[in-house]
């Protein structure tokens, strides 16, 4: 049968076009649209990951068949260098072509786990592209691209926006098994759940690196601030204790001198616009290492409800954690279950498995949860607080983001139809194209940077009404941050009643999921996983299985990921 391969290949063309327009969606991370789908960032990426693995492999063979049809026709220099007014022009293509190759090649799993800064660097080459592929194709072509693009740069310039501000790192303390804890200052009318992330950058260590870390606190834990754990791992990382550390001994050594403070520029906070955690009944938080952070914000998420005898609450969880080394524990002391919730154990049913993978006996100190390394405080009274800009911020103000710069886009299209491109007879697809990227670029900075400003005001506005209410709080939140470094113990005692842990060995999922089985009846079961690649595939796995194998009386287990992995 023969058929129209110029046909069969346009048609491949315009699906890839539609697709690199989806390409932009999943990575703008506070969209409204991921907001409407409920898909928090860290999962939207793999999307990312899938279309543009396959945009590239149909641009690659787009660009490889026609360097092949020039080349046997003898022609592929002067073709490859030709720059046309009417139709494509290539240069621009083959320019477009290899600043996405790059991009490719360097998000491939293996570079980019060895080489995550050159994956990270290459990326910002999207701005090549997407130009240079606008001058290929042309303002008409590109605009069936250009919805999904639209929305990324309006999401990119929300986020450059909310990062100018410096945020005041309120304390920070420095873990016996090397991590840090962070408490970062936050406006009250800021919201997020116990299942946020933000990205955090210090100018201090790098103008360029910025890093994701779950929040490892409750908002109803304080209103004026939120905490996360750093575990040391990197170059990075290591700069930032080594920091905290020298602020730390200058501030032992000279307690009454003016000391300068340490800083941090926040985007975020991410993530699910609604706490799914409290849907179930039962709840089975499994956690490797650090991935302890964000069970320890639903914890006190949990805890706090209880406390103020709020309904539909989980009633039985049950936290596995596996970790290397029992210097770990000391990751559980953040959190004061008694003093949040007093006799919480007539409210909720905590229990908590801990598996120490790399020793095979307890240390002399059995059961005794190490006290903090470093910590310190730092003044908090000039207010610069996180950004209500992005995250699950106010959805009036993120919809009057979005439709005014569309609005401004469509009238800038207008007004350069009438009195530039029709009275001039501007013809030229590659100039065309360019008018087109230049007005969603005006649209995106004049208008979208005017509503930024408004809400700004608005948000001063509010502050200004609470400036009183908030000097009060945030005094009594020193006090509170000093007071709970010194109270760490009360913490251990109340942590002793609820855990068992166990030396040597790993958790068996199988037995510990037949076990809830029996012990939690019918009820359906949420699992929710936040550690490494491994340890989601086991649950998954032991999930499936359960669900396979129950009976009528038997709950489902429904599997949830946390983990954040680009």
Same mark, same amino acid.
């Given at each position: 049968m023969l058929f129209d391969v110029g046909t069969v290949w346009t048609s491949l063309w315009f699906d890839w076009i539609i697709l690199l327009g989806i390409l932009f969606l999943p990575i703008a991370r506070g969209s409204v649209l991921l907001r409407l789908v409920d898909i928090p960032f860290e999962h939207a990426t793999k999307y990312h990951v899938w279309l543009g693995h396959l945009t590239m492999l149909l641009f690659t063979l787009h660009g490889l068949f026609y360097v092949i049809?020039?080349?046997?026709?003898?022609?592929?220099?002067?073709?490859?260098?030709?720059?046309?007014?009417?139709? +494509?022009?290539?240069?621009?293509? %083959?320019?477009?072509? @290899?600043?996405?190759?790059?991009?490719?090649?360097?998000?491939?799993?293996p570079v980019r786990k060895?080489?995550?800064?050159?994956?990270?660097?290459?990326?910002?080459?999207?701005?090549?592209?997407? +130009?240079?592929?606008?001058?290929? %194709?042309?303002?008409? @072509?590109?605009s069936m691209a250009a919805g999904g693009i639209f929305l990324f740069m309006l999401d990119r310039f929300l986020r450059f926006c909310q990062s100018r501000r410096t945020v005041d790192i309120i304390s920070a303390t420095y873990l016996p098994c090397g991590t840090l804890e962070l408490v970062l200052s936050k406006p009250g009318n800021l919201r997020y759940n116990a299942l946020s992330f933000i990205f955090l950058q210090v100018k201090e260590l790098s103008w360029l690196q910025w890093h994701p870390f779950s929040v490892s606190s409750s908002p109803l834990d304080g209103k004026y601030h939120l905490s996360i754990l750093i575990k040391v791992l990197g170059e990075w990382t290591e700069k930032l204790r080594g920091n905290i550390s020298n602020f730390c001994k200058e501030e032992q050594e000279l307690p009454f001198q003016p000391h300068s403070k340490i800083t941090a520029s926040v985007e975020?906070?991410?993530?699910?616009?609604?706490?799914?955690?409290?849907?179930?009944?039962?709840?089975?938080?499994?956690?490797?290492?650090?991935?302890?952070?964000?069970?320890?914000?639903?914890?006190?998420d949990i805890l706090h409800s209880a406390r103020e005898n709020k309904t539909c609450l989980p009633r039985n969880i049950l936290i596995i954690w596996a970790i290397k080394k029992s210097n770990e524990l000391s990751l559980l002391s953040t959190v004061d279950m008694e003093s949040i919730c007093p006799s919480f154990s007539d409210k909720v049913n905590i229990e908590i498995q801990i598996y120490v993978t790399r020793e095979s006996e307890p240390p002399l100190e059995e059961g005794k949860i190490n006290k903090t390394v470093n910590s310190s405080v730092f003044p908090v009274l000039s207010g610069h607080g996180l950004s209500v800009l992005v995250g699950t911020g106010n959805n009036i103000w993120s919809g009057i983001y979005v439709i005014l710069p569309v609005l401004g886009f469509v009238l800038f299209m207008d007004l350069l139809n009438i009195y530039y491109i029709n009275p001039f007879g501007i013809n030229a697809w590659w100039y065309k194209g360019l008018l087109f990227v230049l007005c969603m670029v005006a649209s995106v900075v004049i208008f979208g940077g005017a509503v930024v400003g408004f809400w700004h005001l608005w948000e001063r506005r509010i502050s200004e009404s609470e400036e009183f209410e908030d000097n009060q709080m945030k005094i009594g939140m020193v006090q509170h941050i000093n007071g709970s470094m010194e109270d760490k113990e009360s913490s251990q005692e109340s942590l002793a009643g609820t855990s068992t842990i166990q030396y040597g060995c790993r958790p068996d999922f199988k037995e510990i999921f037949g076990s809830i089985s029996e012990r939690w009846g019918h009820v359906d079961v949420g699992v929710i996983v936040c550690g490494p690649p491994t340890l989601q595939a086991s649950v998954a796995k032991e999930c499936r299985s359960q669900n396979i194998r129950r009976r009528c009386h038997d709950p489902i287990f429904h599997f949830n990921s946390h983990s954040f992995d680009l």
């Open positions: 049809a020039w080349a046997m026709d003898g022609r592929l220099l002067q073709e490859i260098l030709e720059w046309k007014e009417i139709g +494509v022009a290539n240069l621009a293509g %083959v320019i477009s072509l @290899i600043a996405g190759l790059l991009m490719w090649v360097t998000s491939l799993s060895q080489y995550f800064e050159l994956f990270f660097y290459t990326h910002q080459l999207y701005v090549v592209f997407v +130009v240079f592929l606008a001058l290929h %194709v042309g303002d008409f @072509i590109f975020g906070p991410y993530g699910h616009e609604s706490p799914y955690h409290l849907m179930y009944e039962n709840l089975v938080l499994v956690a490797g290492g650090i991935g302890i952070s964000p069970f320890l914000a639903i914890l006190s």
